[in-house]
């Protein structure tokens, strides 16, 4: 709970130095509360969410070394060998930092509608590679709908990716990791060419958009995109990089 101002306090106060995400509502009314674990390992992480219906979501999170057990023990009852999974992941990488807890599933727990006829399987599953990254997702049959493949020498820079029945669809880099090709076999692939405030997209039947950007690092933005079809869209925003005016 937050703090009740003194009679004689000027307002508005500051903000507090930061605050915890307890829930959303949207302009329809529509609502997600969320539930933090209170304590353990995933003390603070939110392992819940009810919606405006009243269901009931249960989050399971899993951590690194959870992975890695997990893993050698598929390995032992199947009768391979273990493969290189470690018990836990650098702390901190060029993402920001990392705790290595991921998301694993996700379960219908309750709904008031139909309170005896919850599914027996999580709604959605998700597999994680040994260095953390995200590398498919099951449905509710426990079928595989994506498919990620990353880079060997760069931890998350994802090559290719697919969704189950599809092409795969795969990335080039430059050397400062920047995509410089989308390359898809069954439809546009394109290419993306960098200059100092401005990035040019070329699709496979040749035509181009350009992108103009303004700002620094983490407040650079799209300011004008010039359309293939030759028109132009121009955009504005404020100091923290918001937009304000399209």
Known sequence: CERVPEADEVLPAPLPPYRVLTGLVDRFGRTQTFHREAAGEFSGEI????????RHFQLVLTTQAQRAEEAR???????????????????????GRDNGIRLSAVWLTHD??????????PLVRYGWTPRGELAAVYDRSNTQVRSFTYDDKYRGRMVAHRHTGRPEIRYRYD?????????????LSYTYQYEKDRITIT????????????GEAGLKRVVKK????????????????RLRTQ
Not at 77 to 86: D, L, M, Q, R
Not at 203 to 214: A, I, K, M, Y
């Open 73 to 95: 023990q598929q390995a032992i009852s199947g009768g391979t060998e273990p493969s290189a999974f470690p018990d836990t992941l650098p702390g901190y990488t060029e993402y």
């Open 175 to 187: 050397s400062d990791g920047r995509v410089t090709e989308q390359l898809n076999p069954a439809g």
């Open 226 to 241: 010039e359309h293939a079809d030759g028109s132009v869209t121009q955009s504005q925003f404020d100091a923290v990089g």
């Open 112 to 121: 008031p509608e139909y309170p005896e006829n919850l599914p027996a399987a």
């Open 47 to 54: 392992t819940g969410v009810t919606d405006g219906a009243g």
């Open 203 to 214: 699709d496979s039947l040749n035509r181009r958009e350009v992108l103009h950007t303004q």
